[in-house]
């Protein structure tokens, strides 16, 4: 019975190679073993799709890192700063704005055609020390809440498409997160930063934005109803990101699409906004390298494939959550984790592919 499973194994994995995992604790790994082959070549994503395919960048590698530049500009045309329109890096003193990321960002995006997106004018992160310090009554946060958004937003008026207004506000049992937002204001923050940054740019189109959407059905159903009854008070809100931080294996692609299609039948426009596809996370580890990058193609293609089937106009589309494997915030986390579409060298992933299939097929 024995030596029939294990030829079963076999025959669904090919050889085993112990060399596959050696991580230092239960979640972390090193990819080893062979790699798959690559079966398509670069193509221009961006060229490919009938909505827009972004990236999240890093202003300093965009500066210093021509090939970095180069892959960006011929596969994405829609950006958001992982960092650079943070409050931390926007907003470092109470008097002091720094605009030198951001404006690098609105040139780079006209020059390239590129849409810019702002990420992230309100959060319970990201929040620079003053700012947390910072004490005053009800109404001293709500300038201090007014003045950020507007004198961001302001400066970027006509120059930025969109942005998270609000980022990460709710817990999973749909709840509101604490925060110093909540903790001094109280839960009008939230419709607080939409008229403001409504105010700053009319025509800027307005995200709340958050992660496991497509898995928390609780969370789901909080944020659909709080947004919806915005909108119906005359609040501006014009879509709801998923940030789509999930795993080959974890959730359920349909549980992917009925979060999506419920954001779009609330009338919201639906961005995946911080896509990547972690290996670690997956319960298994003793898959080798190539089966695992195998399935994370084929994730990305039903993922992608998906996404289409939403009607064009709530299709905000779809943003990487950084270019190569090595740029991912789950690189050192997880111990080398490869949860995007190129390798550490930027060479094309399997990944690419499955995006490319998704987008074509
Ligand atoms: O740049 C400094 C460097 O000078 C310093 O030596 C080093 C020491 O820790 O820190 C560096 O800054 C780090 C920065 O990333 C750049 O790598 C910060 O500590 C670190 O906190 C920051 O993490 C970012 C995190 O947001 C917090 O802003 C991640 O890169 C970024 O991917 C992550 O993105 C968030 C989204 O904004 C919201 N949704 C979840 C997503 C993932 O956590």
New binding site residues.
């Given amino acids: 019975m024995k030596s029939v499973l294990f030829i079963l194994i076999l025959m669904l994995t090919g050889p085993l190679n112990l060399d596959t995992y050696h991580g230092r604790n239960e979640n972390a790994m090193r990819f080893k073993g062979s790699e798959p082959v690559v079966t398509c070549g670069r193509s221009g994503l961006c060229r490919k799709a009938d909505f827009p395919i972004g990236v ?1 960048v ?1 202003v300093s590698k965009l500066i210093r890192d021509t090939d970095y530049r180069n892959l960006i500009v011929s596969e994405f045309n829609s950006i958001t700063a ?2 650079s329109m ?1 409050a ?1 890096v926007l907003h470092p003193g109470k008097d002091n704005y720094n605009f030198n990321e951001t404006d690098f960002l609105i040139d780079f995006c006209r020059q390239h055609n590129m849409r810019l997106h702002g ?2 004018l309100v ?1 319970y ?2 929040i620079p020390k003053w700012m947390e310090k910072f004490k005053g009554d009800k109404n001293a946060w709500d300038v201090l809440l007014k003045d950020h958004i507007q004198t961001v937003v302001g400066h970027c008026r006509g120059r930025v498409r969109s942005w998270d207004v609000v ?2 506000a709710f817990n999973d049992d749909g709840s509101l997160r604490e925060s110093i937002w909540l903790k001094n204001m109280g839960p009008e923050y939230i419709e607080k930063a939409f008229r403001y940054a409504a105010e700053a740019d009319p025509s800027a189109m307005l995200f709340y ?1 958050d ?1 496991d959407l497509e898995s928390r059905p609780e969370k789901l159903k909080a944020v659909v109803n709080y947004f919806r009854s915005l909108k119906a008070k005359g609040v501006k809100i014009d879509g709801i990101g998923m ?1 789509m ?1 999930i795993s080959i294996t974890f959730p359920y692609l349909t549980d992917i699409n009925l979060a999506a299609m419920q954001i779009e039948e609330a009338g919201f426009a639906v961005h995946y906004s ?1 896509f990547d596809i972690t290996m670690v996370k997956t319960g298994k580890l003793w898959m080798m390298n190539k089966h695992l990058l195998r399935l994370q193609e084929e994730r990305i293609k039903e993922v992608v494939a998906a996404y289409k089937n939403l009607k064009p106009q709530s299709r905000f589309g779809i943003t990487m ?2 270019l190569s494997d090595a740029d ?2 789950l690189y050192d986390k997880n111990d080398h984790d490869r949860p995007l579409l190129f390798d550490t060298k930027n060479r094309v992933k399997p990944a690419y592919c499955g995006f490319l299939k998704g987008l074509t097929e």
Wanted: glycine share 10%; hydrophobic share 25%.
């Fill in positions: 999240a890093d992982e960092q943070k931390s990420h992230t959060w992160k990201g980022n990460e934005n992660f940030q931080h911080e959550w950084g991912s915030w």
